[in-house]
Nanobody, 119 residues
Framework: QVQLVESGGGSVQAGGSLRLSCVGS????????MAWFRQAPGKERERVAT???????THARAVKDRFIISRDNAKNTVYLQMNSLKPEDSAMYYC?????????????WGHGTQVTVSS
């Protein structure tokens, strides 16, 4: 079955950096879109970044120029490099797989990894 396992979250001060990782298994990772979502307390889940099977990335406006999504198909892993973190980036971050190679729709959620940014 599909498994998505996130890691790399933690607590940092504003301006700091973290790198999240998500290992996918149970499907053809290299042919599948991958994405990062996040949810802060009291807020709806929002899409942070996506990466198509061919490596084409997109980033939400709120994180553009600060976060970078990438993938290593040899390791079945998608990354989210987060720089210049702000308190408003504090959230649970989730990995999702797409339902195809191009990121139009998504299935499955990981359990998430918590990111806390203090001012």
């Amino acid at each position: 079955q599909v498994q998505l396992v996130e890691s790399g979250g933690g607590s940092v001060q504003a301006g700091g950096s973290l790198r999240l990782s998500c290992v996918g298994s149970g499907y053809n990772f290299s042919r599948t879109c991958m994405a990062w979502f996040r949810q802060a307390p009291g807020k709806e889940r929002e899409r942070v970044a996506t990466i198509d099977f061919d490596g084409t990335p997109t980033h939400a406006r709120a994180v553009k120029d600060r976060f970078i999504i990438s993938r290593d198909n040899a390791k079945n892993t998608v990354y989210l490099q987060m720089n210049s973190l702000k308190p408003e980036d504090s959230a649970m971050y989730y990995c999702r797989k797409g339902n195809s190679g191009v990121c139009y729709g998504y299935t499955d959620w990981g359990h998430g990894t918590q990111v806390t940014v203090s001012s």
